[in-house]
């Protein structure tokens, strides 16, 4: 397995104040955002037709979603193939939680790093 991580994702990260927060980055840094986040849309550098994007979204700060870290944030990367490499990272000794889930958004999977820091895996779905 050459190929681990191809890219970031996305940034989590649940603050005190939801509305006010994004509120903050829509006028100083121009990210205009849904409900659940936004979206940049950008080519891989090694297959330029692949097109993909990275994730901004700030949850809500009561969400479990980042847990079992303690931490207020969490970096999805982007993997090429998550069956082959969840297996390897395991064998390594990384700490895995929970199991690999499949969507309409890809497959998904999590891992812990050394400082508790909750990590998403992710495969974006074939095409897109």
Same mark, same amino acid.
């Given at each position: 397995?050459?190929?681990?991580?191809?890219?970031?994702?996305?940034?989590?990260?649940?603050? %005190?104040?939801?509305? =006010?927060?994004?509120?903050?980055?829509?006028?100083?840094?121009?990210?205009?955002?849904? $409900? *659940?986040? =936004?979206?940049?849309?950008?080519?891989?550098?090694?297959?330029?037709? !692949?097109?993909?994007?990275?994730?901004?979204?700030?949850?809500?700060?009561?969400?479990?979603?980042?847990?079992?870290?303690?931490?207020?944030?969490?970096?999805?990367?982007?993997?090429?193939?998550? =069956?082959?490499?969840?297996?390897?990272?395991k064998e390594?000794?990384?700490?895995?939680?929970?199991?690999?889930?499949? $969507?309409?958004?890809?497959?998904? =999977? *999590?891992?812990? !790093?050394?400082e508790?820091?909750?990590? %998403?895996?992710?495969?974006?779905?074939?095409? $897109?």
């Amino acid at each position: 397995m050459e190929k681990r991580v191809i890219g970031i994702g996305g940034i989590f990260f649940k603050p %005190e104040d939801n509305a =006010a927060l994004k509120d903050w980055y829509n006028k100083h840094l121009g990210i205009e955002s849904e $409900s *659940w986040g =936004a979206v940049f849309e950008w080519r891989r550098k090694d297959n330029p037709d !692949d097109l993909t994007s990275t994730a901004w979204s700030v949850f809500k700060k009561e969400t479990t979603y980042l847990e079992p870290s303690k931490k207020d944030f969490m970096v999805n990367y982007q993997v090429e193939n998550l =069956a082959e490499l969840m297996p390897v990272l395991k064998e390594e000794g990384v700490t895995i939680v929970g199991d690999i889930e499949e $969507s309409e958004f890809g497959k998904f =999977a *999590w891992i812990l !790093d050394p400082e508790g820091n909750k990590i %998403e895996l992710w495969e974006p779905p074939k095409g $897109s």
